[in-house]
């Protein structure tokens, strides 16, 4: 009995000393990669796979986006529109996960591209990938507020049908949701991967609870197989093959932003074999889920067209065709609701690490300000009100015209696949020769290509089918404004590359050792003056 006391405590310690350990190897790791350890490797693999899925959090963004596929393709869109989404963000988070296991820092995509972009091109195309990145994760922090302030206002228009919303009833429900995200990233940074844990768990508890119970509700009054899994629908007056592809936009929106993982990749043990796995995780989680999610929606639905024009939402709709019961649904949507105040917050979480990342690069104006992690908090402090204080910009512009605002959360999801696919689209130039042969995770052969080039063929689709209007005619009102909102995130980047980022950017610092066998020809610029600084 005594024995087996004192060994106890040494199986501890050992297991604390391993932990340290990995710990000192990594921060080791990232000093070869050109920067210091700031910040605590705080979270798990699962309280990282919680932050990732909370911000996809598939089933309820597929949910709450209904009504963009529905008229443009009907059921079978969005249920198959979801596998076709899900297969390619498969392909190209493949794709990036290669980068991710060679050089897990929190740059991401545009201190890969600095690396194995030609040496005369790649200051500027990283430069340019930063900004994108940034831009794109500051406007999709704006889309948790935005839907979770969206419930709110549906379960007060179910409850009183005499209500009428007003803009400012709804920005000051979205402020609220952005103060409550930022309160919990600055003063709550040691607690953070126990909240994403519980917004993993909550999650799967939300998805598991609503699909059971609207099932349990509407038998025996089902839709048919054939209705769920083939039914076409165009109401939006395009060709019925481009109408579908619209219709893929709800997937490719529900499963963007797997690359929170590699800006918050300075913050979990190992990262160059769990990065890659909960980039990956995250896809398939949410491609499972949302497939079966979907399927008990349609299944539950009475009549489309009532769906898509309840001034309750659809989610709500459905939930109230199933169950027959106002406050049973609104119980229901306490989950999704919920699970945005996880999303708002886990945004924001890694909209600031990514600001904080390029800032420590110089890549920002005033960057010293922003690269700076507060001493007692232990976080990026001003990246975070950064991230906030945008995010409340653009709910002042949701004050004065929704249309802009949806333009620029359009734009955010058009500009975060861009830079997914800069990195991968120049190793496939330069013969997939770029990264490093025994990195953690590699795509073997032919399938390296053939996901390399699914995925960069995917970018380009959505790319394209983000900027179309919804439907014809168009008018001033139905017009696609994303084009524009991603032409000034663009003209910003092009701007501040001239009057700033030429002279004071100099790429990602890059230890020649820590580049290990690959080829990195492209921070050779940065190598070159950094040695230059130096002497």
Same mark, same amino acid.
């Given at each position: 009995?005594?024995?087996? %006391?004192?060994?106890?405590?040494?199986?501890? #310690?050992?297991?604390?000393?391993?932990?340290? #350990?990995?710990?000192?190897?990594?921060?080791?790791?990232?000093?070869?990669?050109?920067?210091?350890?700031?910040?605590?490797?705080?979270?798990?693999?699962?309280?990282?796979?919680?932050?990732?899925?909370?911000?996809?959090?598939?089933?309820?963004?597929?949910?709450?986006?209904?009504?963009?596929?529905?008229?443009?393709?009907?059921?079978?869109?969005?249920?198959?529109?979801?596998?076709?989404?899900?297969?390619?963000?498969?392909?190209?988070?493949?794709?990036?996960?290669?980068?991710?296991?060679?050089?897990?820092?929190?740059?991401?995509?545009?201190?890969?591209?600095?690396?194995?972009?030609?040496?005369?091109?790649?200051?500027?195309?990283?430069?340019?990938?930063?900004?994108?990145?940034?831009?794109?994760?500051?406007?999709?922090?704006?889309?948790?507020?935005?839907?979770?302030?969206?419930?709110?206002?549906?379960?007060?228009?179910?409850?009183?049908?005499?209500?009428?919303?007003?803009?400012?009833?709804?920005?000051?429900?979205?402020?609220?949701?952005?103060?409550?995200?930022?309160?919990?990233?600055?003063?709550?940074?040691?607690?953070?991967?126990?909240?994403?844990?519980?917004?993993?768990?909550? #999650?799967?508890?939300?998805?598991?609870?609503?699909?059971?119970?609207?099932?349990?509700?509407?038998?025996?009054?089902?839709?048919?197989?054939?209705?769920?899994?083939?039914?076409?629908?165009?109401?939006?007056?395009?060709?019925?093959?481009?109408?579908?592809?619209?219709?893929?936009?709800?997937?490719?929106?529900?499963?963007?932003?797997?690359?929170?993982?590699?800006?918050?990749?300075?913050?979990?043990? %190992?990262?160059?074999?769990?990065?890659?796995?909960?980039?990956?995780?995250?896809?398939?989680?949410?491609?499972?889920?949302?497939?079966?999610?979907?399927?008990?929606?349609?299944?539950?639905?009475?009549?489309?067209?009532?769906?898509?024009?309840?001034?309750?939402?659809?989610?709500?709709?459905?939930?109230?065709?199933?169950?027959?019961?106002?406050?049973?649904?609104?119980?229901?949507?306490?989950?999704?609701?919920?699970?945005?105040?996880?999303?708002?917050?886990?945004?924001?979480?890694?909209?600031?690490?990514?600001?904080?990342?390029?800032?420590?690069?110089?890549?920002?104006?005033?960057?010293?300000?922003?690269?700076?992690?507060?001493?007692?908090?232990?976080?990026?402090?001003?990246?975070?009100?950064?991230?906030?204080?945008?995010?409340?910009?653009?709910?002042?512009?949701?004050?004065?015209?929704?249309?802009?605002?949806?333009?620029?959360?359009?734009?955010?999801?058009?500009?975060?696949?861009?830079?997914?696919?800069?990195?991968?689209?120049?190793?496939?130039?330069?013969?997939?020769?770029?990264?490093?042969?025994?990195?953690?995770?590699?795509?073997?052969?032919?399938?390296?290509?053939?996901?390399?080039?699914?995925?960069?063929?995917?970018?380009?689709?959505?790319?394209?089918?983000?900027?179309?209007?919804?439907?014809?005619?168009?008018? #001033?009102?139905?017009?696609?404004?994303?084009?524009?909102?991603?032409?000034?995130?663009?003209?910003?980047?092009?701007?501040?590359?001239?009057?700033?980022?030429?002279?004071?950017?100099?790429?990602?610092?890059?230890?020649?050792?820590?580049?290990?066998?690959?080829?990195?020809?492209?921070?050779?610029?940065?190598?070159?003056?950094?040695?230059?600084?130096?002497?």
């Amino acid at each position: 009995m005594d024995k087996h %006391q004192e060994q106890t405590p040494r199986r501890r #310690s050992g297991g604390t000393d391993r932990r340290h #350990s990995v710990i000192a190897e990594d921060a080791a790791a990232l000093q070869h990669l050109g920067h210091k350890q700031e910040l605590k490797r705080n979270f798990s693999m699962i309280s990282m796979l919680g932050l990732a899925f909370a911000i996809l959090n598939t089933w309820t963004a597929l949910a709450a986006s209904i009504t963009v596929a529905l008229p443009s393709g009907g059921p079978s869109s969005v249920i198959w529109g979801l596998v076709v989404a899900g297969v390619c963000n498969l392909c190209l988070a493949a794709s990036l996960a290669e980068f991710l296991s060679a050089y897990p820092t929190a740059g991401g995509q545009y201190h890969w591209a600095a690396i194995v972009a030609w040496k005369n091109w790649s200051r500027g195309i990283s430069y340019v990938t930063g900004w994108i990145n940034v831009s794109g994760w500051v406007a999709l922090t704006s889309t948790g507020g935005l839907l979770g302030s969206t419930f709110v206002i549906n379960i007060i228009s179910l409850l009183h049908p005499d209500y009428e919303a007003e803009a400012w009833h709804q920005f000051l429900i979205y402020i609220a949701f952005t103060l409550i995200a930022l309160a919990i990233n600055a003063f709550s940074t040691r607690l953070l991967p126990l909240f994403t844990k519980a917004a993993f768990f909550w #999650s799967m508890a939300g998805f598991v609870i609503i699909s059971i119970t609207i099932l349990a509700c509407a038998s025996p009054r089902y839709q048919t197989g054939a209705f769920v899994y083939g039914e076409f629908v165009n109401e939006v007056g395009w060709p019925d093959g481009v109408a579908w592809l619209l219709g893929l936009l709800q997937g490719a929106f529900a499963l963007t932003g797997f690359d929170a993982v590699a800006h918050m990749i300075e913050e979990i043990p %190992q990262p160059h074999i769990q990065g890659p796995r909960i980039m990956l995780y995250c896809i398939g989680i949410g491609m499972l889920t949302g497939f079966v999610f979907l399927s008990c929606l349609l299944f539950c639905v009475d009549n489309i067209d009532s769906v898509i024009e309840s001034p309750a939402g659809p989610l709500l709709q459905i939930f109230v065709d199933a169950t027959g019961s106002p406050a049973g649904s609104v119980c229901l949507l306490v989950f999704p609701l919920v699970c945005m105040l996880f999303t708002a917050t886990a945004l924001m979480t890694t909209s600031s690490r990514m600001s904080y990342a390029f800032a420590r690069d110089h890549g920002l104006p005033f960057s010293h300000v922003f690269a700076r992690v507060h001493p007692r908090l232990q976080v990026p402090l001003n990246a975070l009100l950064w991230t906030a204080a945008w995010v409340v910009v653009f709910g002042c512009i949701f004050l004065g015209s929704s249309s802009t605002f949806n333009a620029i959360t359009s734009a955010s999801v058009v500009a975060l696949g861009v830079t997914y696919a800069i990195p991968p689209s120049i190793n496939v130039l330069r013969g997939r020769r770029m990264l490093p042969h025994d990195r953690a995770f590699k795509l073997p052969g032919v399938v390296g290509w053939v996901m390399n080039l699914v995925g960069i063929g995917w970018t380009i689709l959505t790319t394209v089918l983000f900027v179309f209007p919804p439907e014809l005619p168009v008018t #001033s009102e139905n017009m696609n404004y994303c084009i524009v909102a991603f032409g000034v995130i663009l003209l910003i980047a092009l701007i501040t590359w001239l009057s700033d980022g030429r002279k004071n950017y100099k790429g990602p610092h890059v230890e020649v050792e820590g580049l290990e066998k690959g080829k990195g020809e492209g921070v050779g610029v940065v190598l070159e003056s950094a040695s230059e600084s130096a002497a």
